[in-house]
């Protein structure tokens, strides 16, 4: 049995077939890049995966466990997957340290958190005092604290200078081969050349 | 006219800076004998009324805001509406009404039935800022607190509240400001607040001094409440950090949540609007109340009419002239005077009415004889003062949208400040002014203490009157006024629902 199992899933929106007895499989610790024109559904994949949005039919399994079929719908809290958000999705009202303690309130060193992305200098900034490179390192070390089996990326790197996004790209994997987290990052502008091993799906 | 503007505003503060002259914070008979007695009682009382109402206020209005802004819910852009119509009844009328009906039921007179109605009457405060704050939120941030792991109960409170806090904290403010300021409701549900003391002090003892005091008291309390909430959201933000927000999709709801929702939301508005409006008619009609549309109504008319006309004729124009100076000229002092002269609206009516006597004593003084200062006059002062922040505030918010350039422009033209308004500003401000002008005037309509405290002897307004009545328990006398209060009620929420519908709120 894989990691994570989406089995004849289909999700129509405003009567607009996005997947249609789609299926697709994932082992512990794999990353996986979902890749595909505009429109195509990349996102709204995240999103079921989430469990923000629940698709019409289908199976989602994760680790053994039943997240979504015919009578089961496991809440997104509850679900053990974390999302790092195109625009970061940083609680603007709440300080850096303040920010990943959130998802982890019994987390005693935020601040060591936040050196894996050197960013212990910064745990009482707002996110509006951060750079977006800043603020995409917070988000990702905000949904690592929380601890999660399974890590989506929904374009996290898209409004980042190719360069930073190159070397955000490579700090992001190896936090996740760290923890041995599994990934799904959805992207447009593909790596080629990128030194970590993902597998590519295009939609 | 940067001159001008400033002398407007420092008559409009005089009544402020003049009311520690008479003796503030100093040893005085009477106000010892009420520091011995009741003045604890004051304290618990105007505190905990304060609280119950906030909670009620905060329970209906940041609810019902939060329901119509997220979940699809039948009739939304109806309900948006209606929801602001319990703003039509003033609290103390619904006390009234409320009290009459339920007083051989439960026992109704005491601070939480008090606060109930308080909380009824002013949630709309909380309402509307609430939902302007719920419509434009990024829901990216709930769904991220989501997948963190947290429950929807704890996103609810710990980010969706959070995140709307300053929309919640201006709503809320005006329902503390309008709490400290009641004097119908807690007089009628027998509850001693500093506003009733206020009162008290003044027409049972006759102490100008204890008045002072009390006022000082109750100034130091709204300060207070204005100074910790700016405190508590010193540096922080509650703007997004992205320009590519997502808006929120409505939820769908199974048929037993959608009835909940909706009888949550129809509650206060079924309590705040249909019930005194339904009272009132019925009143009218099978109680006789008819009868009452007579001379002496047509009288307490013509007193509230006249008297609403002129505050808000004078509001507009101070509010236009110190508008302008404000976007026109740069100076700090006359500035500041400004501003200053817009915080009337959270200092309570009871106070600028005591503070208004002290500035005419001290004319007096200066005089070395009584002038003889017609007490119409005073009532007029007051209530500009009181209600003058309401009208510079929507011509602020007009000049807003008349564009830079156009503004240079305007300041490089030579003419007459009113011919340059004429032509340059007043089609920018036409809305505003109306909607300053109607708002002034239904607020001085619904006024009760400041009026209560300055009306002259042989001189009745429609509120006053149906204080006077319901406290001998005439509300069939009272009911022409206080529906032609209620109907009065409704135009500025018009004006109002008009303007949501402007920015998308009260459309889907």
């Known amino acids: 049995m894989s990691f994570l199992e989406i089995l004849d899933m289909s999700f129509s929106y405003n009567k607009k077939n996005i997947f249609s007895n789609f299926s697709l499989s994932l082992e512990k610790g794999d990353h996986l890049v979902v890749t595909g024109a505009s429109g195509r559904g990349k996102s709204t994949l995240l999103r079921i995966l989430a469990g923000l949005e629940n698709p019409d039919q289908g199976q989602i399994k994760l680790s053994g466990r039943t997240l979504f079929d015919d009578s089961n719908v496991v809440a997104p809290h509850e679900r053990e997957i974390g999302m790092v958000f195109q625009d970061y999705a940083l609680f603007p009202h709440m300080t850096i340290k303040e920010n990943v303690e959130y998802a982890n309130p019994r987390l005693i060193q935020a601040q060591e958190w936040l050196r894996k992305v050197k960013l212990e200098n910064r745990l009482n900034s707002y996110p509006r005092e951060l750079s977006g490179g800043e603020q995409q390192r917070v988000a990702l070390v905000r949904t690592l604290a929380a601890k999660p089996r399974l890590v989506l990326l929904d374009e996290p790197f898209s409004s980042l200078d190719p360069e930073l996004r190159e070397e955000l790209e490579l700090l992001t994997y190896e936090l996740l081969n760290e923890f041995n987290i599994s990934s799904i990052q959805v992207t447009h502008q593909l790596n080629k050349e990128f030194s970590i091993p993902r597998k590519i799906v295009a939609l | ?508």
């Open chain 2, 1 to 508: 006219m940067k001159i001008i503007a400033s002398v407007i505003s420092l008559i409009l503060i005089l009544p402020l800076m003049a009311l520690p002259s008479r003796g503030a914070f100093s040893y005085n008979e009477t106000f010892s004998h009420i520091v011995n007695t009741v003045l604890s009682h004051y304290v618990s009382n105007t505190l905990m009324l304060l609280v119950l109402t906030c909670f009620w206020a905060s329970l209906w209005g940041v609810g019902t805001a939060y329901i119509l802004s997220s979940f699809k819910i039948a009739k939304r852009s109806l309900l948006k509406v209606a929801m602001m119509l319990p703003f039509a009844c003033p609290g103390y009328l619904l006390g009234y009404y409320f009290v009459d009906t339920f007083q051989f039921t439960f026992s109704t007179r005491n601070i939480f039935w008090a606060s109930f109605v308080m909380g009824i009457s002013l949630y709309p405060y909380v309402y509307m800022s609430c939902l302007a704050g719920f419509s434009v939120r990024n829901i990216d941030l709930e769904e991220a607190s989501l997948t963190l792991g947290r429950s929807p109960l704890y996103t609810f409170f710990h980010i969706t509240l959070k995140g709307i806090r300053p929309y919640y904290a201006a709503g809320l403010g005006l329902v503390c400001m309008e709490t400290l300021n009641d004097y119908g409701v807690a007089d009628h549900f027998a509850i001693d607040t500093f506003t009733t003391g206020i009162y008290r002090a003044w027409f049972g003892f006759y102490s100008l001094p204890a008045s002072v005091n009390l006022s000082m008291i109750l100034l130091l309390f709204t300060a207070s409440g204005l100074f910790l909430e700016s405190w508590g959201r010193r540096n922080k933000s509650f703007y997004n950090t992205t320009s590519k927000m997502k808006l929120l999709k409505e939820k769908e709801v199974s048929l037993t949540n959608h009835s909940l929702l909706m009888i949550f939301v129809l509650t206060p508005f079924l309590i705040g609007f249909i019930f005194p409006i339904s009272y009132c008619i019925k009143q009218i009609t099978v109680h006789g109340g008819y009868e009452y549309f007579n001379s002496e109504f047509l009288s307490l008319l013509f007193n509230s009419f006249s008297m609403a006309f002129i505050v808000s004729f004078i509001c507009l124009a101070l509010a236009l002239v110190n508008g302008f100076s404000h976007s026109l000229f740069k100076n700090k002092i006359s500035r500041f005077l400004i501003r200053l002269s817009a915080l009337g609206y959270a200092i309570p009516g009871s106070i600028i009415a005591i503070a208004i006597i002290v500035v005419f004593q001290n004319v007096d003084d200066l005089a070395g004889k009584s002038l003889v200062v017609g007490g119409k006059l005073l009532l007029v002062y007051s209530l500009v003062c009181r209600f003058f922040a309401v009208a510079y505030e929507n011509i602020r918010s007009s000049q807003e949208h008349i564009p830079r350039n156009l503004m240079s422009y305007i300041n490089l033209q030579t003419g007459s400040f009113f011919k340059k308004s004429k032509d340059l500003y007043f089609p920018y401000a036409k809305a505003a002014m109306l909607t300053s002008f109607v708002i002034v005037f239904v607020d001085v309509l619904k006024e009760l203490p400041a009026t209560m405290i300055l009306s002259p002897l042989n001189f009745q307004t429609l509120s006053v009157s149906i204080y006077t009545l319901a406290s001998d328990e005439r509300l069939v006398e009272s009911a022409p006024s206080a529906l032609f209060i209620l109907l009065s009620g409704l135009v500025p929420l018009f004006l109002l629902g008009k303007k949501l519908d402007k920015v998308g709120l009260g459309e889907n």
